[in-house]
C-alpha cells in the first residue's frame, strides 16, 4: 500500500517485549513515551497489543508510565479499552480440570491465568521458577481452581506433552523450550486489533502497529503502517510497512519522525 497525503493515523498498537520494553537494559523506553505523550495530547489513541497475560502485562508496569487508552493481552484473547472489557474468550472449564489433573499427575506447573489475575494450580518446579526469573515475573501463589473464567494456561514442561495436548479442544503453542501456551483457540492479535478499529469506527489506514517477533505479523495484516523494530525476526521485517531503529536505538521514536506528517502534527 503506498502513502497518501490524506492519510492520518489515529491509533498506534504496540507489542510489549522487545519492542516496548527493553530486556536487554530492563526497562522501558524513555523516547517512546516522550513522544506518545506529545501525540496522544493531540487525540491519538494508543493500545498495547501482547501476548502476555493480563497480570503479566499489569506488574511489569506499563500503566505506571502512561495513560493506556486500553489493552489487547492473551494474544487477542482478553480485549480492554478505557477500563472496561470489550472481549474475552475463556477455555472450558472441563479442559482446565483435565490440565490440572494432568499437571499434578507429570508432576509439572501449571499457571492458570483470569482475566484479572494469576496463579500456579500445581506446585512450582525449578523450572518454572527459572522462567519466572529470565521473563521477570513475580513467583504466583499456589491455590485451587475454583471455575474462574480462564484465558489462557502456562504449563512448564520441557518434555513431549503432544498426545495429551492434541486430544483437547484447544490451542498450544510451545513458546520456548520450557513454556507451552494454552489457548481456547488460535488466538491473533491481529483479530483484537481489528475488534478495536471496528468499535472505534477507523480502518486501516488510521492504524500503525510495532512489533518484533513472528506473532506481530497478524498485527500488521490489520493496519496500514505495520512497523518492525530494528531487531525484529528477518520475516517479520520482511512484512513490515516499514523497519525502524531497534529498541536501544530509540526506534518507535524515529519511526513517530519518519511518519510525522500522516499524525498530522508531531
Not at 171 to 183: S, V
Request: aromatic share 14%; net charge positive.
Amino acid at each position: 500500500m503506498k502513502e497518501k497525503l490524506n492519510d492520518q493515523i489515529k491509533i498506534v498498537f504496540f507489542d510489549i517485549d522487545h519492542t516496548l520494553f527493553d530486556h536487554k537494559n530492563g526497562h522501558f523506553t524513555s523516547s517512546s513515551f516522550k513522544a506518545m505523550e506529545k501525540l496522544h495530547k493531540k487525540g491519538i489513541k494508543f493500545f498495547l497489543c501482547t501476548a502476555r497475560p493480563y497480570r503479566s502485562m499489569m506488574w511489569l508496569g506499563p500503566f505506571a508510565r502512561f495513560n493506556f487508552d486500553g489493552f489487547i493481552c492473551v494474544n487477542g484473547g482478553l480485549i480492554n479499552m478505557n477500563g472496561k472489557t470489550i472481549y474475552a474468550d475463556f477455555i472450558n472449564r472441563d479442559v482446565v480440570r483435565k490440565m490440572i489433573d494432568f499437571a499434578n499427575k507429570e508432576k509439572l506447573t501449571l499457571e492458570i491465568m483470569t482475566d484479572q489475575d494469576a496463579y500456579f494450580a500445581t506446585p512450582a518446579t525449578n523450572i518454572a521458577l527459572e522462567f519466572m526469573k529470565t521473563w521477570k515475573e513475580t513467583k504466583p501463589i499456589l491455590k485451587s481452581y475454583h471455575d474462574e473464567n480462564v484465558t489462557s494456561m502456562l504449563l512448564f514442561s520441557t518434555v513431549d506433552n503432544e498426545n495429551f495436548l492434541n486430544s483437547l479442544p484447544i490451542y498450544w503453542h510451545r513458546f520456548a523450550k520450557e513454556g507451552i501456551d494454552i489457548y481456547p483457540h488460535d488466538l491473533k492479535k491481529g483479530k483484537g486489533i481489528k475488534i478495536v478499529l471496528d468499535k472505534l469506527g477507523l480502518n486501516k489506514e488510521n492504524a500503525m502497529a510495532f512489533g518484533d517477533d513472528l506473532q506481530d505479523i497478524s498485527m500488521f495484516l490489520e493496519v496500514k503502517y505495520g512497523i518492525a523494530m530494528g531487531n525484529a525476526k528477518e520475516e517479520v521485517k520482511k512484512r513490515a510497512y516499514y523497519v525502524t531503529k531497534s529498541i536501544d536505538k530509540d526506534g518507535i521514536y524515529h519511526a513517530f519522525k519518519h511518519f510525522k506528517k500522516f499524525f498530522h502534527l508531531f
